[in-house]
Nanobody
Framework: QVQLVESGGGLVQAGGSLRLSCAAS????????MGWFRQAPGKERESVAT????????YYADSVKDRFTISRDNAKKMVYLQMNSLKPEDTAVYYC?????????????????WGQGTQVTVSS
């Protein structure tokens, strides 16, 4: 079992930056692939960035490539999402999730554990 708590969301102007953090509890954190997802009002949840167990392999949605960076610290049981050059279309609730596998996973249906989410609002 893994419990996830996100933090770091907030209101930022377009062009600004935010760093989301996800704190995990439970055993064997380093055995889980991790991901960040987001859901905007009236839209389906979408994959933003995911990372394998070691941090050696990552995935980014086209819409966030070259702006967002996912990373993890297995010793601290933390996952991060550094978001730069934020745009109004990045406004959404951002969720951290864990998949019970070592390999990279991309789709939300491949993830087993979810945090409650943190709101990110980007004003124009």
């Amino acid at each position: 079992q893994v419990q996830l708590v996100e933090s770091g969301g907030g209101l930022v102007q377009a062009g600004g930056s935010l760093r989301l953090s996800c704190a995990a509890s439970g055993r064997f954190f380093s055995s889980f692939a991790m991901g960040w997802f987001r859901q905007a009002p009236g839209k389906e949840r979408e994959s933003v960035a995911t990372i394998n167990w070691s941090g050696g392999t990552t995935y980014y949605a086209d819409s966030v490539k070259d702006r967002f960076t996912i990373s993890r610290d297995n010793a601290k049981k933390m996952v991060y999402l550094q978001m730069n050059s934020l745009k109004p279309e990045d406004t959404a609730v951002y969720y951290c999730a864990a998949a019970g596998t070592l390999a990279l996973r991309i789709g939300s249906n491949e993830y087993d554990y979810w945090g409650q989410g943190t709101q990110v609002t980007v004003s124009s």
